[in-house]
């Protein structure tokens, strides 16, 4: 009984109405010595794939990159904690972990008889008790970088001959009867073991505040590469994924330039990290990839509840690429007009205290970058680009 349920249940979600287009069925879509077609069951390699990555990262970290991060001077120890004060604490749960105006600064200084400064001093270390090790971030940091390194150079050098590149409309031509080659094979799998890898690894890394933004991409980023596998849309996905893999590893290079204390390179990378968001996220993703989706792949698979899917899950995903881009554009307008980049909503207040208490370094978060800083006197959040020591 249990085995005729789950028959009917596969039945249900493999209907070829939902899938292919009229003029196609499963049993043509059978693997032949000439024309490799996607299978459901390939959707398994991803999971020790994703477990061999993390093993990799771990070995990468503890091996390479902490050894490169010592070299470039990261601090190793994490933030220093604050001096247990009931009155202070009680201001900073009220404030929301915020720094107050200088008149609330002033007249908690009276109540607890502090400076001022001594006040600023410890909100700025309680804010950052609990927080990781610059260290720990650096080398986190480092393992995505490289991957998305390899990922997107390695990723275009294999699609650079294939003619969906040039013309998409070759996406759709004789779907969903289409040979996917060997390096396509790989590059979707590894990519899709990394998203998995992702996932697993959310709940040990450093929670950000994004932490439901993050979760809701990685899920939509693999629901697209399962449902574009498993109706043989790979054409397309291959493109998306090349997209996005064009910006990371800029985002994730400009923060390990923070962490190294380089704030020209630092400045430099999140340059080109939002120009490249620009171009790949905001135009060319909407304008080739999902003008493709939308007005060219119905005339091929017609309007099957697959064509509203696919494009549902790409619709959410440049959402969140318009709302990351609005946090990205608050941080420039900061920065030009200011003379400092502001902080970013994202995530949590992240701080690093320095080994001058007078300074307080803010860290690039996982959509947006952001440089070393150095605390003002008197501003709330108003700092100075630092200087490496």
């Known amino acids: 009984m249990a085995y005729d349920a789950w028959r009917d249940v596969s039945d249900w979600f493999w209907d070829e109405?939902?899938?292919?287009?009229?003029?196609?069925?499963?049993?043509?879509?059978?693997?032949?010595?000439?024309?490799?077609?996607?299978?459901?069951?390939?959707?398994?390699?991803?999971?020790?794939?994703?477990?061999?990555?993390?093993?990799?990262?771990?070995?990468?970290?503890?091996?390479?990159?902490?050894?490169?991060?010592?070299?470039?001077?990261?601090?190793?120890?994490?933030?220093?904690?604050?001096?247990p004060n009931a009155v202070l604490e009680k201001a900073f749960h009220k404030h929301h972990r915020l720094l107050p105006s200088h008149s609330v600064i002033e007249a908690l200084a009276k109540d607890v008889g502090w400076t001022s400064r001594q006040v600023e001093r410890w909100w700025r270390r309680r804010r950052v008790?609990?927080?990781?090790?610059?260290?720990?971030?650096?080398?986190?940091?480092?393992?995505?970088?490289?991957?998305?390194?390899?990922?997107f150079w390695s990723g275009l050098y294999i699609i650079w001959d294939k003619p969906w590149l040039w013309d998409t409309r070759?996406?759709?031509?004789?779907?969903?009867?289409?040979?996917?080659?060997?390096?396509?094979?790989?590059?979707?799998?590894l990519e899709l073991g990394f998203y998995w890898s992702l996932v697993f690894s959310l709940f040990m890394d450093i929670k950000r505040k994004d932490f439901g933004i993050t979760i809701v991409h990685h899920t939509a980023t693999i629901l697209l590469m399962v449902m574009s596998w498993s109706g043989n849309m790979v054409r397309i996905g291959s493109l998306v994924l090349c997209v996005h893999d064009a910006v990371d590893y800029l985002l994730e290079g400009a923060k390990l330039a923070h962490y190294s204390r380089f704030p020209s390179l630092c400045n430099l990378l999140f340059a080109l990290f939002t120009i490249i968001w620009l171009l790949s996220r905001i135009l060319f993703f909407p304008l080739w990839i999902l003008r493709s989706t939308l007005f060219e792949g119905h005339v091929i698979l017609g309007f099957k509840p697959i064509y509203y899917w696919y494009n549902g899950f790409l619709l959410t995903l440049q959402i969140l690429h318009f709302i990351w881009f609005y946090?990205?554009?608050?941080?420039?307008?900061?920065?030009?007009?200011?003379?400092?980049?502001?902080?970013?909503?994202?995530?949590?207040?992240?701080?690093?205290?320095?080994?001058?208490?007078?300074?307080?370094?803010?860290?690039?978060?996982?959509?947006?970058s952001r440089v070393t800083n150095n605390n003002s006197n008197s501003a709330r959040h108003r700092v100075k680009p630092s200087h490496r020591s």
Not at 57 to 62: A, K, S
Not at 131 to 143: I, Y
Not at 170 to 187: K, L, M, N, R, T
């Open 17 to 83: 109405n939902f899938w292919l287009p009229d003029n196609a069925s499963w049993s043509q879509m059978k693997r032949n010595e000439t024309t490799f077609y996607p299978d459901v069951s390939d959707l398994w390699v991803p999971f020790p794939l994703a477990a061999a990555l993390f093993l990799l990262r771990i070995l990468w970290e503890r091996f390479v990159a902490f050894p490169v991060g010592r070299l470039a001077g990261v601090k190793e120890t994490p933030p220093r904690k604050a001096v």
């Open 129 to 151: 008790e609990g927080k990781a090790s610059a260290m720990t971030r650096f080398k986190e940091t480092s393992w995505r970088f490289l991957f998305y390194v390899v990922a």
């Open 170 to 189: 070759h996406c759709w031509y004789g779907h969903p009867f289409q040979h996917v080659s060997a390096d396509i094979w790989w590059y979707y799998m």
């Open 327 to 368: 946090m990205i554009l608050k941080m420039v307008y900061g920065f030009i007009v200011k003379g400092h980049l502001e902080k970013d909503e994202r995530s949590e207040t992240e701080v690093e205290t320095n080994s001058d208490d007078n300074k307080v370094s803010f860290e690039p978060p996982s959509g947006s």
